[in-house]
């Protein structure tokens, strides 16, 4: 196959599968997520398990060790039939606390210890490394098989060249995949979508070739099973320790590697998707395997001897002259090694940025309030993640000499992953489980690992001297690195995985038996333990009143983006019955928020958030009791009393909330009045007195047209303050006629800001706008709108009180509603004040300064009300800033 | 002689109305549109008359007359208090914080004509 075509293949299934994702996420978006959400696509997604190692090591590994290939398809099948209840567990905690990797998994259940965050993070990326570079290895490798030189005459770079093509292009297909939303919860469906398509692809190839093999290679499979008899391969030569060992490493590999985590728990949609996983993903992982050996049988029979069999799935086709399904074979192997990737780098990448980089960053900033975009550097921080992951995993292949066989390289990745069991295991099983036991398990266990196997897998001399291997180092003969205490006899990779579980264990049950866990802890070890437990009382943690709701708002602004956190906080002030979008800072709705942003930046970055925003660092005498207190029936009791005494504050304080705006309703009355009359009497007074100079005659002719010009001007002020109390009141009424059309928004605003521009004070007023979202046609009355926005400019050039007052006019369109937002950067509403701006004549404290009676911003709500609209006021935003929403298409007079 | 008389008051319009109906009248009217520095406006002329809005940026005509009246150089001037407002209430505060005279907007020119010779003749 010509090198060209091989590549522009390759991109032109990159570019479908890009299309089915980006058809996946549009779907989602729009809320029809449908078979998005089944359990066939969760199974398929969960075949990432399978990467190019298994697609192409399995046979290698088959013809290398003949049966011994089956441990890394039984240990996952064993885990899922016979412990998918571990499985469960982990998904329903996982869903609770908005888990978002593997390491805010552990970090949360030990006290939302960052330590934790870090030290699995670290394990992760560095047992990645010789995984990462496999995938890189066997592209590669299936590359250079594969490619001829062109007709032309260009020959296909080098292996090496090969590589790094091949880890940049994963780098930035990743990135373009995985980084486009922040929220890591609401999960990748366009991702998992691809995936599933993969997996299907990697299906039919690897069977495709299978099927060749045994119909049209051999006689069928009568005669395909006599040469497998008479195959070495078959030879039943099993070694007990070495299987046992492997069926472990291989079991706990599928709960403990990032990508299986990522794609098992965090974007698990429905526990129940588990019930079906467990029985259909060991099937897909039998279909995987049917025709391993066949392959291998085959390839050893057939190819002359010396060929690699990593490559026997590729090779075979293309000795028998089969371009085609050589070809489809290709990119089952491409499809195995993209996956893994992606899903792999995704799901370290949310580690790097939650557990090592915002930790720092939050630590490092300046002031205690969160400042910039928390977003922005969010996504950069995984964006940059994931080229440093596939960096590493580059850099290992080409340490490693990219020479070892496929399936030793994964082992190694296998049995560093497995590390995590322990700590997890036991932090979802035993409440005793500590922190500190959990972070010197880990550790000793990493340690170990990298000493016995990961450090001797780049060679003797290239990180530990040869004579360390033979004599120990210092000449510490008990300390070499293949026979640790003298045992000397084991596989190495035996050994390895032997030490590094006991003494990882060892290390962990010393830890927590002779720590006892902080509160934090605790509570967290009850929440993970008892999952399944559904009285656990009240969530507890957070104080009532001690956080400002307008930081709270703030804060998660920066952190969810303006949108989603106004909707989530009115929600939440609606839920309480309150309006606006500020919320009582109610311990339950502290525990939400925290959660929800825990989905964003991890659970223990949200807790050091929240805490500094809640002026404390550790947890009260009042936590720790609660906690403390084993029994169940006490903390339910005291929950409904709980709710029962909070449900008595709210409606007190609806009741006081509403005298309040009551009493104030009526000293705006009051006020209105004695304004009304004021407003009236003052034009009326000129009038009188100059209609009565001019009857009394004896003027200079000058002086009567100047008199006669005021009683007009005063006439018509008269009759702008009556205008305006009609329409008011005709607006009330519902009895207004609206003149509905098609208008573009953008002339609508230009409209309004060349009417507003004569209000006084005249002064240099820059206005921000966005040409291109203004371009939209409403249907609506474009006079009645012009008039809104034509009242909110004049207000903030009046009231704006920025030495360089400045208005930003900012659109959206949304579903069938459009919204306008005013921003100015002046000093904004006191929030006392907020509440009062819409109602008739609430002009605030200054009387002089206003030019009208104060029935600007109740006309603009009344006709806002009649356009089928709303018109808000937004807080924490700087200025004063007003939120007009409009339908798009208005078809007759709402309501 | 003529009386000279200080007239404080916001509104241009009646501001001027005012200045032209008393000046026709033979007084001798000064204006100034804001209450700040309405004290001193007076202790300085010592005028026969003080007209002052009760509704003024800055300081409000109502305290403008009780601090004239507790100061002892301008606790007899006469004050006469304008309002638009109208209500007893105002009136009220006004008489109680010593007012020699109270109108409410809008006037006849021949009240205002009246109401000014009586309180600058005595």
Known sequence: MPFNILVLSCLAYVIFLFGVAWAAERRADRGRLGWLQSPLIYTLSLSIYCTAWTFYGAVGYAARSGLEFLTIYLGPTIVFIGWWWILRKLVRIGRQQRVTSIADLISSRFGKSNLLGVIVTVIAVVAATPYIALQLQSVTLSFSVFASPTDDGFSPPGTEATAVWVAGGLALFTILFGTRNLDAKEQHHGIVTAIAVEAVVKLIALIAVGVFVVWFMADGPADMIARIDASEIADWNLQPGRWAGLLFAAGAAVICLPRMFQVMVVENADERHLATASWAFPLYLFAMSLFIVPIAVMGLE????????????????????????????????????????????????????????????????????????????????????????????????????????????????????????????????????????????????????????????????????????????????????????????????????????????????????????????????????????????????????????????????????????????????????????????????????????????????????????????????????????????????????????????????ALREANEKLMQLSIQKDAFLSQISHELRTPMTSIRAFSEILTEGDLPPELVANYGRIIHDEAKRLTRLLDDLLDLSVLENGTVQLNLGLSNLSQ???????????????????????????????????????????????????????????????????????????????????????????????????????????????????????????????????????????????????? | MTARVLLIEDEPNISEAIRFILSRDGCDVTALADGTGALDAVRAAMPDLVILDLMLPGLSGLEILIQLRADPTTQSLPVMMLTAKGQGRDREAAERAGASHFMTKPFSNDDMRAAVRALTQG
Not at chain 1, 431 to 456: D, H, N, Q, S
Not at chain 1, 808 to 818: D, M
Request: glycine share 10%; aromatic share 8%; hydrophobic share 50%.
């Open chain 1, 302 to 653: 057939r190819l002359p001897a010396g060929a690699n069999p990593d490559m026997f799935v590729l090779t075979l086709p293309l000795a028998e002259g089969q371009g085609a399904l050589a070809m489809l074979a290709f990119l089952g192997g491409f499809s195995s090694a993209t996956s893994m990737v992606i899903v792999e780098s995704i799901a370290l990448a949310t580690m790097v940025s939650n557990h090592i980089v915002m930790p720092v960053w939050l630590r490092l900033r300046p002031s205690r309030a969160v400042s910039g975009d928390v977003r922005r550097l969010v996504l950069l921080s995984r964006r940059i993640s994931i080229g440093v992951v596939l960096g590493l995993g580059y850099a290992y292949y080409r340490m490693s000499g990219g020479s070892t066989a496929l399936a030793a390289i994964g082992l190694i990745a296998f049995v560093g992953v497995a590390q995590f069991l322990p700590a997890m295991v036991f932090g979802i099983f035993w409440r005793g489980a500590t922190r500190i036991g959990a972070a010197l398990g880990m550790t000793v266990g990493f340690v170990v690992w990298a000493y016995t196997l990961f450090l001797p897998s780049f060679g003797a001399d290239a990180v530990i001297p040869a004579m360390v291997f033979i004599d120990g180092p210092w000449g510490i003969g008990w300390l070499r690195p293949r026979a640790l205490f003298g045992v000397s006899t084991m596989d190495p990779l035996l050994h390895a995985l032997f030490w590094s579980m006991f003494l990882n264990t060892a290390a962990f049950l010393t830890g927590s038996l002779l720590t006892f866990p902080g509160p934090v802890e605790r509570m967290q070890g009850a929440a993970f333990v008892r999952v399944f437990d559904t009285t656990t009382g009240s969530p507890r943690g957070w104080q009532r009143g001690l956080a400002e709701p307008e930081d709270l708002l703030v804060m998660s602004q920066r952190i969810m983006g303006d949108e989603d956190a106004l909707v989530f906080f009115e929600a939440e002030a609606k839920g309480q019955g309150k309006a606006g979008y500020l919320p009582d800072p109610t311990p339950e709705f502290m525990a939400r928020l925290e959660r929800r942003l825990a989905g964003s930046v991890g659970a223990a970055t949200a807790h050091a958030m929240m805490s500094q925003l809640a002026g404390r660092a550790t947890v009260t005498v009042e936590d720790l009791m609660a906690v403390a207190s084993e029994s169940a029936q006490i903390m339910e009791y005291s929950a409904r009393l709980e709710s029962q005494q909070e449900e008595v504050t709210r409606t007190a304080r």
């Open chain 1, 748 to 895: 609508m605003i230009d409209r309004a800001l060349a009417s507003a521009s004569h209000t006084k004070p005249e002064r240099s007023f820059i206005i921000h706008r966005d040409l291109p979202m203004e371009n939209i046609f409403i249907r609506t009355d474009a006079d009645r709108l012009v008039q809104v926005f034509i009242n909110l400019i004049s207000n903030a050039r009046k009231y704006c009180d920025a030495a360089s007052p400045e208005l930003r006019i900012s659109v959206r369109q949304k579903g069938g509603r459009v919204t306008v937002d005013f921003v100015d950067n002046g000093s904004g509403i006191a929030k006392d004040s907020q509440a009062l701006i819409f109602e008739k004549f609430a002009r605030l404290t200054d009387q002089t300064r206003a030019g009208g009676a104060g029935l600007g911003l109740a006309i603009c709500r009344e006709v806002m009300a009649n356009l089928g609209g709303t018109i808000t006021y937004l807080p924490g935003q700087g200025g004063a800033a007003f939120r007009v929403a409009v339908p798009l298409r208005l078809e007759r007079k709402a309501g």
